[in-house]
């Protein structure tokens, strides 16, 4: 009978980066997995880009956007959190606010001394990959953990960042 190899790493933090896509909601679901099999702490965060990835009228002020974006970040972290330590997980949110999205994740690794990262190829898409490049390839290409880089299909929208289907937390 061939023997199963033993997995000697065992991740104790897991960091799940979201914004909130259908694709970074596949990797947090990954995440989630991963994070109730080897009993880890279960973190994520949501960059909220100071220079927005979406074209805004002139007449809405960039801390309203920014504020928005916080205070939705927070409802869906809060439904998240309920959801999975009524499950018995442990779970941290962050909100970050950065003009590089891919550094302030980073900071976020290095501070919260992840030791495992899950992550999707594609999130929202539009102009802000095409100028600054992939935000998964930049952290493939600076993380020192071990990381699970999720490929999913890119996004056929720009704008809707939710789902038709409901879930209970999303």
């Not at 916080?70 to 959190?81: G, Q």
Request: aromatic share 8%; net charge negative.
């Amino acid at each position: 009978m061939p023997r199963t190899p033993s997995l000697t790493f065992a991740p104790e933090r897991i960091l799940a980066p979201i914004d909130f896509s259908q694709s970074s909601r596949a990797a947090l679901e990954t995440a989630i997995d991963l994070a109730g099999h080897f009993d880890a702490e279960l973190f994520v965060v949501n960059v909220i880009p100071i220079f927005s990835t979406t074209t805004l009228p002139d007449f809405i002020p960039e801390s309203n956007y920014i504020e928005e974006r916080r205070k939705e970040a927070e409802r869906r972290f809060a439904r998240l959190r309920d959801t999975l330590e009524g499950k018995g997980m442990r779970v941290a949110s962050i909100i970050e606010e950065g003009n590089d999205v891919a550094s302030n994740i980073m900071e976020v690794v290095e501070r919260e001394k992840i030791d495992f990262l899950v992550i999707s190829t594609h999130g929202i898409t539009g102009w802000h990959p095409l100028v600054f490049g992939s935000i998964a390839e930049k952290i493939v290409k600076m993380v020192q953990c071990p990381i699970l880089l999720l490929r999913s299909a890119k996004p056929e929208s720009t704008t809707n960042v939710d789902s038709d289907r409901p879930t209970e937390w999303w």
